[in-house]
């Protein structure tokens, strides 16, 4: 019973010991904490780009929601819906209703070019022309400023993360539309989804606009209960007046975000582990250093009937908090500089912007913290190894 | 030269040490070297946009397609030599992440405006003797190992043939390659004529116009002129270099490619600045020594040599090995699996990437090797 107990004992004497040092090697130590907080603070923020946008996307789909597309498309910009087919579309089983009729929406889907705010450049902004049904497809949809566009009228609304992100699209502002220009009158949020990003505007005026005739280019429907999809699918499918295709809001979506999503989180994965390799070494550099700075000391204990076992787990528990200060410090300063920070960027697969918000998430800071403690530890072993190897005669004859 | 010996002696000295500050500096250099292939992919080839090419689309958005019949228009407006158009067909091969541009063209006319597309003399005859001939880049033909010969089959996602069907197939005649290291090859191109008869609706209708010109110098004018043909009809167009068109889709990516290369450019610098201290570190330690040096006759300004020599050396190594990796890991191919159309090391980028090296080693040595001028040989080496 005395052996473990000891070899515990004899672990906290010499960490303490260690940890007491520390002050006097605070250059080199500092080197390494810098080190891995820069390498935490990029890595959490390059990722919470990446959560940001998914974020977005999840927030644009519920699940009593479908979305229906000429069937090969995979998405809305390279969709096309007659005015028949969204007539047959709205009569499937399975749709929820109101006094409206049911709840299906078809929608036209356009960009505009607009000069983005941050760098005066042109962007590709989505412009949706809507039916009635649509703020009650979307149930999160409310209007936060102004007024709806009058139906049938060449007025728009804008979503909250467009109004940021791109100019002239203040309530009193204009926007060119073809010839035209159509004023903006309200400002509508959406749960923080897609749609914050595009400008709504009467479906029936936006299609002579595009010379589109009656035609959409997908049909929003809220189902009864999400249970109803297979049932609702099948009847389009089986149909044959139509070619289309349904899926699931959240499928569509997260089809939409892959491509940036997963361009993005592997990049900054990427250059995560390059760093994280480049701090290893700087880890590795402050332990050796310091190390061989105690060597008579650590020999010392060793003469003294310390074990080379204690020695090792010492020297790791150092390098592992001076990790996990430099972890902590990196995370924090990235989700000071970075949660919640708005941006748009163009998702390829829409050809549109998306706006988003930056979001470090505490999963994402756990994770900064955890890689930072990999990196301490890696740093840490060979030194403490070296450490307990060494030969205690050699160690204390050395100066 | 005799020095270098002295040098190399000195960094042998703790082994593990330098080469661990090597091996930092390796890494901060392989990751500038890897950004700047990625910052190029994401540029597209700019630096290659013709200069003497202008591009015409639609005024209210690039989606919105124009009439064929304004090529002969354009033609006509002085100081044009060629127009000749293009269309997003936007299809897939077998899965929808294998995505890669294609366009409908008119054989002779695009070869004859894009004379940086290679291809030999009998796969050009192929393609005009072909109806459902294609050719494909270099890039993209071997990302999905085709070969001269083939049947390709593409998935539409916009143009259904007529009676609805989805999948087009083309024979593939020829691959072409890049006269200049910036020229996409992860184009398909295929026949405007087949297509146009082949497609369900929107006959005679095309996607945007590349025109050729006489005269750069001359661009905007010729712009505003075509611009004026259209103007107050139901097609206007917009029209504006190829440089500007590319650097406007480039900019769409904007905020966050320049937010990731400048945190990514914060954290080069921490790894150099991490390694610069590890550097100075080493040469205070041996502050006894290089009062030892000056006792036995090392001027002031040799030692300050010696310093900076020793930092310059760690630097150049680390550096120009990280550069070298850097390099061979753009070589082996991009993150995406070839979403990017360019993704190589811009010459440009080496040299910054040598330039930093230089005034890496600097600011590193600088001021240690002070210092060690500075030394006074009695108080060192009472120390």
Not at chain 1, 270 to 295: C, D, K, P, Q, W
Not at chain 2, 329 to 355: A, C, E, H, K, Q
Request: neutral net charge; aromatic residues 10%; contains cysteine.
């Amino acid at each position: 019973m005395a052996g473990p107990l000891n070899w515990i004992s004899q672990i906290f004497s010499i960490a303490l010991f260690n940890l007491r040092t520390l002050p006097q090697r605070l250059g080199s130590s500092a080197t390494a904490v810098f080190g891995i907080a820069g390498v935490v603070a990029v890595m959490v923020s390059v990722l919470s780009i990446a959560e940001g946008i998914l974020k977005t996307m999840q927030n644009s789909a519920s699940p009593e929601n479908v979305v229906v597309l000429r069937s090969g498309a995979s998405t809305e910009m390279m969709s096309w819906v007659l005015g028949d087919d969204a007539r047959v579309i709205a009569e499937a089983p399975g749709l929820a209703r109101s006094e409206e009729g049911a709840l299906a929406s078809p929608e036209l889907f356009v960009i505009i070019p607009l000069k983005k705010k941050s760098t005066g450049t042109d962007a590709n902004v989505p412009l949706r022309g809507v039916t009635r049904t649509a703020p009650l497809v979307r149930d999160r949809f409310r209007l936060v400023e102004g007024r709806m566009f009058e139906w049938g009228r060449n007025e728009v609304v804008v979503g909250r993360g467009a109004q940021l992100e791109f100019r002239g699209l203040e309530i009193g502002s204009s926007i060119p539309v073809g010839k035209e220009e159509w004023p903006v009158v309200g400002v509508f949020e959406a749960g923080g989804g897609l749609a914050e990003t595009e400008i709504w505007v009467d479906a029936l005026v936006l299609q002579p606009a595009y010379q589109r005739g009656n035609s959409y280019q997908a049909v929003y429907a809220k189902l009864e209960s999400p249970g109803a999809f297979q049932e609702f699918k099948d009847a389009l499918t089986s149909d044959p007046r139509l070619t289309v295709s349904a899926v699931r809001e959240a499928d569509y979506f997260a089809e939409q975000s892959a491509v940036l999503y997963n361009l993005i989180t592997g990049l900054g994965t990427l250059i995560a582990v390059i760093m994280g390799l480049g701090a290893v070494f700087g880890a590795l550099n402050t332990m050796y250093t310091a190390v061989s700075a105690r060597a008579r000391e650590i020999a010392t204990l060793r003469a003294l009937g310390f074990r080379s076992g204690p020695v090792v787990v010492s020297v790791l528990s150092e390098s592992l908090l001076l990790a996990l200060v430099g972890g902590s410090i990196g995370a924090v300063l990235a989700w000071l500089a970075f949660d919640g920070f708005r941006a748009a960027t163009l998702n390829w697969s829409s050809f549109s912007q998306v706006a988003f918000a930056f979001d470090v998430s505490p999963s994402l800071l756990v994770r900064g913290v955890v890689f930072a403690c990999l990196i301490g530890l890696i740093g840490g072993l060979f030194p403490a190894v070296r450490a307990a190897r060494q030969p205690v005669s050699a160690a204390l004859r050395e100066q | 030269m005799k020095y270098l010996f002295l040098l190399w002696s000195n960094l042998r000295r703790k082994k593990t040490r330098s080469v661990l500050t090597v091996l930092s500096i390796t890494v901060a250099f392989m990751l500038f070297a890897y950004l700047g292939a990625i910052r190029q992919g994401f540029g597209q080839g700019i630096d290659v946009a013709g200069l003497d090419r202008l591009i015409v689309r639609h005024k209210v958005s690039l989606i919105q397609l124009l009439p064929a019949a304004h090529e002969a228009r354009i033609e006509q407006v002085e100081g044009v030599v060629d127009a000749m158009h293009q269309t997003w067909f936007g299809g897939v091969y077998q899965k929808p992440t294998n995505f890669f541009p294609q366009m409908p063209v008119v054989p002779e006319e695009y070869l004859a405006m894009y004379p940086e597309v290679l291809l030999s003399d009998e796969e050009r005859k192929a393609w005009l003797n072909t109806r459902s001939g294609a050719i494909a880049g270099r890039t993209t033909a071997d990302r999905f190992g085709w070969k001269v010969g083939d049947r390709i089959p593409i998935n539409a996602s916009i143009w259904t043939r007529k009676g609805g069907e989805q999948t087009w197939e083309f024979d593939l005649v020829g691959i072409y390659e890049g006269a200049e290291r910036g020229t996409d090859t992860t184009q398909f191109l295929f026949r405007y004529d087949f297509f146009d008869e082949s497609r369900e609706f929107g006959q005679g209708l095309v996607g945007w116009y590349t025109v050729r010109i006489a005269d750069p110098e001359r661009s905007a004018e010729i712009a505003a002129a075509i611009d004026g043909v259209f103007a107050n009809s139901p097609h206007e167009t917009k029209t504006e270099a190829e440089g500007a068109f590319v650097q406007g889709f480039a900019k769409q990516i904007g905020d966050v490619g320049a937010i990731i290369m400048s945190i990514v450019a914060a954290v080069f610098f921490t790894i150099l600045l991490v390694a610069g201290n590890t550097m100075a570190y080493a040469v205070r330690e041996r502050t006894g020594e290089l009062a030892v040096l000056k006792a036995l006759g090392f001027t002031d300004r040799g030692v300050l040599g010696l310093v900076l020599g020793e930092c310059a050396l760690l630097t150049a190594i680390g550096g120009g090995i990280g550069l070298l990796l850097g390099w061979l890991l753009v070589g082996m191919g991009d993150p995406t699996g070839g979403s990017l159309p360019l993704f190589y090391v811009p010459p440009r980028v080496l040299v910054t990437g040598i330039v930093l090296i230089a005034v890496m080693a600097l600011l590193a040595g600088i001021l240690p090797a002070l210092q060690a001028q500075r030394l006074q040989i009695a108080d060192a080496l009472r120390r």
